[in-house]
């Protein structure tokens, strides 16, 4: 240090590492950049002993494995009724793990909701009905345990929180544009029409149409208003489907009656 206070420059550049020194300014000036390079590359996301450095993006953790996430999920859409009302948190403390451990297996919950629709779907095997010797009967097959999937608890809730395009979704469609192509219209359009009727009828039911109406109809409010719903009847299914088979021009090819 000089007398005017001043640091002295060779006393300067030794203690804060620039070369100048001969002996610790250089190391500091290595400590320097090393400990930069280590900054840097944490901020590009390496970190050492992370997924990334080893090149796995998931793994097991202790006894939870994506099955028992995904039954654990279940059983609180079938408690709950739907999505929205199941959270990440919820899952978890059923499995008794903190939150951050589902995120091994699934990226987020939209993804865990996204696998349950699909596998959801998977359960009404329609490849089983490509060889069957009329499309209009296998047909009606995929619809009746499309009537048994979407009476189970949470699953129209489930199947409309979000797109599903998965494996299963993209098979139960190539197989009904498969079966419609025997019909006077374009298999998509076969198809789109099935498609709206399995959904559109099961959320008539799931959203409280037919239980409003039967509402109304015990109170025998505004019955001259709305003459038809008091005299409604029940719904037919089977009716309907052969309606929308007979419109895109399947006949039937066996001795199966509608």
């Not at 189970?152 to 197989?175: D, M, N, R, Y």
């Amino acid at each position: 240090m000089t007398s005017g206070g001043r640091a002295d420059p060779a006393w300067r550049s030794t203690r804060m590492g620039v070369v100048g020194s001969d002996t610790i300014g250089p190391l500091c000036c290595a400590s320097t950049l090393y400990k930069l390079s280590v900054r840097c590359t944490y901020y590009a996301g390496w970190r050492p002993g992370s997924r990334e450095e080893s090149g796995m993006k998931r793994g097991p953790r202790g006894n939870l494995d994506a099955e028992r996430i995904k039954a654990a999920t279940h059983r609180l859409l079938t408690d709950r009724g739907t999505p929205a009302a199941v959270s990440l948190r919820m899952i978890a403390a059923d499995l008794g793990v903190a939150p951050n451990a589902l995120y091994t297996y699934f990226r987020d919950l939209g993804e865990l909701w996204h696998t349950l629709a699909d596998e959801a779907l998977g359960r009404l095997s329609p490849l089983d009905l490509l060889p069957a010797d009329c499309p209009r009967c296998a047909i009606r097959t995929l619809a009746d345990r499309a009537r048994e999937l979407f009476a189970e608890p949470g699953i129209i809730a489930l199947l409309h929180h979000q797109p599903v395009l998965g494996h299963h979704s993209f098979e139960l469609s190539e197989t009904l544009m498969t079966l419609c192509r025997g019909g006077r219209i374009d298999p998509r359009d076969g198809h789109d029409l099935i498609m709206g009727w399995f959904y559109g009828s099961a959320a008539l039911v799931a959203e409280g149409w037919e239980a409003g109406t039967d509402q109304l109809r015990a109170q025998s409010v505004d019955a001259d208003r709305f003459p038809l719903i008091h005299g409604r009847s029940d719904a037919n299914i089977g009716a309907q489907i052969g309606a929308i088979l007979d419109g895109i021009g399947l006949t039937c090819r066996c001795r199966a009656q509608d």
